[in-house]
């Protein structure tokens, strides 16, 4: 079955690490985006890919980092800069851009530990 | 700027009644508007996708409307199950302020509570 595959569900993060968010997808889409969602928030880019080997960051890059050097993966790299981590992590695909139809992973739940 | 926003936050209904979640934005431009469903601690799932030149989209017992020029859309179930339950979000396509990217423009949600 075609769909995006994020892993863990589940992360624990001590103070001062970096943690890695991983994001699959077998859907061919050329975009990818990584989402944070807060209680109360609405959802807020990251970072988003429109093809191989190319990011933009979103509204709140800073503390995060990417990579796109396949198509299918996009992860997530949270590191120690980002000062309030604790969030529900969601990656997103979509054929060419948000013009087209948005799919979405379970998501990963972080949790500063 | 784009503001998206979706009333009611929260709504309880019984089995069976049909009902209408809204969704307002502020700027017209917009490419299209999607509504997706997420259920507790899970990923969203896309409902329904309009562009811009479209009136409404159908599936199955849902309908989305969208009218441009109010900068509103509404999205009608029908018969409502519980199954249902779960917080529908709604998204606009809309024009950074700088360059040419576009990016979505999330609503809150509405928190939908139908019950047997």
């Known amino acids: 079955d075609g769909g995006i595959t994020q892993s863990p569900k589940y992360l624990f993060r001590k103070e001062g690490q970096n943690v890695t968010l991983s994001c699959e997808q077998n859907?061919?889409?050329?975009?990818m985006y990584w989402y944070r969602q807060d209680p109360g928030q609405g959802l807020r880019l990251i970072y988003y890919?429109?093809?191989?080997?190319?990011?933009q960051k979103g509204d709140i890059a800073e503390g995060y980092s990417v990579s796109r050097e396949k198509k299918e993966s996009f992860p997530l790299t949270v590191t120690s800069a980002q000062k309030n981590p604790t969030a529900f992590y969601l990656c997103?695909?979509?054929?060419?851009?948000?013009?087209?139809?948005?799919?979405f992973g379970q998501g990963t739940r972080l949790t500063v530990v | 700027k784009q503001e998206v926003t979706q009333i009611p936050a929260a709504l309880s209904v019984p089995e069976g009644e049909n009902l209408v979640l809204n969704c307002s934005f502020t700027?017209?431009?917009?490419?299209?508007l999607q509504w997706f469903r997420q259920d507790p601690g899970k990923g969203l799932t896309s409902l329904l996708l309009i562009q811009s030149s479209q009136r409404e989209q159908t599936s199955g017992r849902l309908n989305a409307s969208l009218d441009k020029s109010s900068g509103r859309s509404t999205l009608y179930i029908a018969a409502s199950q519980p199954g249902d339950s779960a917080t529908y979000l709604c998204?606009?396509?809309?024009?950074?302020?700088?360059?040419?990217?576009?990016?979505?423009?999330w609503g809150l949600g509405t928190s939908l509570a139908v019950n047997p």
């Open positions: 700027d017209s431009a917009i490419y299209n």
């Open positions: 890919s429109q093809i191989v080997n190319d990011f």
């Open positions: 859907l061919n889409h050329d975009a």
């Open positions: 997103a695909s979509s054929i060419r851009g948000v013009d087209t139809e948005a799919f």
């Open positions: 998204a606009v396509s809309s024009r950074f302020t700088a360059g040419n990217n576009r990016k979505l423009i």
